[in-house]
């Protein structure tokens, strides 16, 4: 089994203040494994990353709130995510990974939990699509909740899968703006599709997050300000933002302070900042 790399041990205190109640809308729990063990069809094995942890790396980046994502590596026993969202008292939501197994009475008991959303995960190296008929049956099942979709979704999907976009009874999150990669320029179709979608369905919310995955020169990874710029330019009340601590497979580690500095280059306008960062996070997601 692939074994991970650890987050940056030695975050430190980012330049950018965030303004109270800001969000980070993506990111995950890991373990501990003698606790919470991870799913026996992982493709990846992380190093442990519990609810101290984040909580330690929100406190140093000043961040009030936090979204947790199920991640792939916990399958769809969503057990580490539950019991961190229930020791944030209020400050988490969680986004939950699911089976067709669970009925309609489950889904209420997540939702009671701290859950707001279920997690597809379309990526080839995690497995690739799901099951589209099973995808249709669970959001049935999460029909009557104030709940989202969240997609996961290589850049090519974005193209591939519009008319699934387009289907979705709730409201559709793309993780990391489609992972989209900065090499292949602002004009690429994938990106402009998702800008245009952006545009034309107000359904439709992204995660100005992942510039580490998309970048093409590494730390600081600013290469990736101007399409986050794009997305929030396109639909400035439907974007979000996110670490993705502890960033599962990346290839350059970052610390994550310079992902917080990259807000502002981001989202110069302190207006705009405080949509994104908490205004937006707190509508969907009901904080």
């Not at 289907?167 to 179709?189: T, Y």
């Not at 020169?217 to 794009?230: C, S, V």
Request: aromatic share 8%; charged share 20%.
């Amino acid at each position: 089994m692939r074994m991970i790399d650890a987050p940056d041990p030695n975050t430190r205190i980012p330049t950018f203040k965030a303004p109270p109640g800001a969000c980070d809308a993506h990111c995950h729990v890991f373990g501990p494994s003698d606790v919470f063990p991870y799913a026996g069809t992982r493709k990846y094995t992380p190093p442990d990353c519990p609810k101290g942890k984040l909580r330690e790396l929100h406190t140093t980046l000043g961040i009030d709130r936090a979204v947790i994502v199920q991640a792939s590596c916990h399958g769809t026993d969503n057990s580490a995510m539950l019991d961190a969202i229930a020791s944030g008292n209020g400050r988490y939501r969680g986004v939950c990974n699911a089976s067709i197994e669970f009925s309609e009475d489950y889904f209420m008991e997540l939702h009671s939990g701290g859950v707001r959303g279920v997690r597809f995960n379309f990526v080839r190296h995690l497995g690739g699509a799901p099951n589209l008929d099973q995808l249709w049956r669970i959001m049935e099942r999460i029909g009557a909740l104030p709940w989202h979709v969240e997609l996961h979704f290589d850049a090519s999907d974005l193209l591939d899968y519009r008319s699934v976009i387009d289907a979705m009874p709730l409201p559709v999150v793309i993780d990391h703006m489609g992972r989209v990669p900065v090499i292949d320029g602002l004009n690429q179709a994938p990106f402009q599709s998702l800008l245009q979608e952006l545009r034309d369905n107000d359904r439709l919310w992204v995660k100005v997050s992942g510039a580490e995955r998309i970048s093409a020169k590494g730390a600081p990874f600013t290469d990736a300000a101007p399409f986050a710029a794009a997305c929030i330019e396109a639909a400035p009340d439907r974007c979000l933002w996110g670490t993705d601590w502890p960033h599962p497979n990346v290839k350059t580690m970052p610390n994550d302070a310079d992902l917080v500095d990259i807000i502002p280059k981001m989202i110069p306008d302190p207006d705009l900042q405080q949509k994104v960062l908490v205004d937006n996070p707190a509508r969907l997601y009901g904080f």
